[in-house]
């Protein structure tokens, strides 16, 4: 009796979803945002600030991954990517997706170990991938390294797909005018640029007045394809014209859908929107028109293969067969997309990855 008085309860609060549900693509998905990491074991070159590996957040990524420290150390860092590769195997709806890698803090034109939080090499990623096909080689480079044009040219050569910034942990400024001959180069090598845009609590510091969509304006004007990660969301900046205060300050999403009607090869994805702490955000992503036909699929792993993402938290959208249904399934990808499906997100957002990459 109690049961069936909660699903009668579920099923009144139920709102239904954002927009008319629609099938999933039949040739399968391709997840455009997955990260690696490792602790430098095997000589793959990764790199872990003390401050990050004393961290809570350290413990709880390796968890999310499927790896231990101790299974790192006897087997190298690779194996990270190993159980990305195997865990995406299993999922029925996503059939490849992109590994980024993570280039790190530069001063003077070289690495700084002193200042970089969390470093993924190129090479290591590159080299990892190629042993799975069921991944693809995301790039990272920073646009203040002294060889930035032979790292772009190589990751190109290397079949990289992209290339993947975190401004406000990589200390880049893409609104910075010496960078024009780096985001000519990528126009040059159709490299898209995915980057992070709005707050980042993925890593213990972060300068987030670097990842204002606004800054991308310089990139766009010079033809690069962007992609502004996450659809900019849970960042808040300081209006234009206005005094400096929290009340003057307008939430990046709103940025962004600005910097959408400016420029038609702005794009977005819908990565890390279905975790608790963004609940909302996907009714902004399937809602606002200016972000239709702009959005990619991607999920945030491992962050999907937590607790963070559960269908228990739309409750209020999906029904309470929905839910079980969802809760169900054991691939973190399948759930992810399930919800997204659920909630709305049109064949096309799961689709356009592919076209993507056949492009």
């Keep these: ?14 709102c239904g979803p954002y927009r008319p549900v ?49 299974e790192l150390l006897e087997k190298g860092d690779g194996l990270v990517v190993d159980r990305l590769s195997q865990l995406l195997a299993e999922s029925k709806f996503v059939k490849k997706a992109v590994v980024l890698a993570m280039d790190g803090v530069v001063s003077d034109g070289l690495l700084d170990t002193h200042r970089t939080q969390v470093y993924v090499p190129n090479e290591f990623v590159a080299e990892a991938v190629e042993k799975h096909n069921n991944l693809l080689f995301g790039a ?37 005018p010496k960078l024009k001959p780096f985001y000519k180069k990528l126009a040059k090598l159709k490299l898209p ?25 310089l990139p766009l004007s010079m033809g690069v394809k962007v992609i502004a990660a996450h659809i900019a969301s849970t960042g808040r900046y300081h209006r234009e014209g206005f005094p400096p205060g929290w009340y003057h300050r ?33 009714k902004e992503a399937l809602t606002q028109q200016d972000f239709s036909r702009k959005l990619y699929y991607g999920s945030d792993f491992p962050l999907i293969n937590t607790i963070l993402v559960s269908p228990w938290y739309y409750f209020f959208r999906l029904t309470p067969r929905q839910i079980i249904c969802i809760s169900s399934l054991k691939n973190p990808w399948d759930v992810d997309v399930k919800i997204k499906q659920a909630l709305g997100t049109p064949t096309d957002v799961f689709a356009r990855s592919q076209e993507f990459l056949r492009r």
């Design 193 to 217: 640029l995915l980057t992070h845009t709005g707050k980042d609590e993925s890593i213990p510091y972060s300068n987030d007045d670097l990842n204002d969509p606004e800054k991308l304006d």
């Design 1 to 14: 009796m109690l049961a069936g008085a909660l699903g009668f309860l579920l099923c009144t609060l139920s």
């Design 250 to 282: 307008e939430c990046s999403t709103a940025r962004l859908l600005r910097m959408m009607k400016k420029y038609p090869n702005l794009y977005s994805d819908i990565s890390s929107l279905t975790q608790f702490n963004k609940l909302g955000y996907m």
């Design 140 to 176: 990272s480079v920073n646009p203040y390294r002294k060889d930035w044009h032979k790292r772009l040219v190589w990751a190109k050569a290397h079949r990289a797909v992209l290339v993947k910034w975190l401004p406000s942990v990589m200390n880049i400024d893409p609104s910075d």
């Design 22 to 70: 629609e099938p999933l693509p039949e040739e399968g998905i391709v997840d455009m945002h997955c990260h690696v990491n490792g602790i430098g074991a095997g000589g793959s070159g990764c790199f872990i600030s003390d401050e990050f590996r004393n961290d809570w957040r350290f413990a709880f990524y390796l968890w999310s991954f499927g790896v231990s420290e101790q």
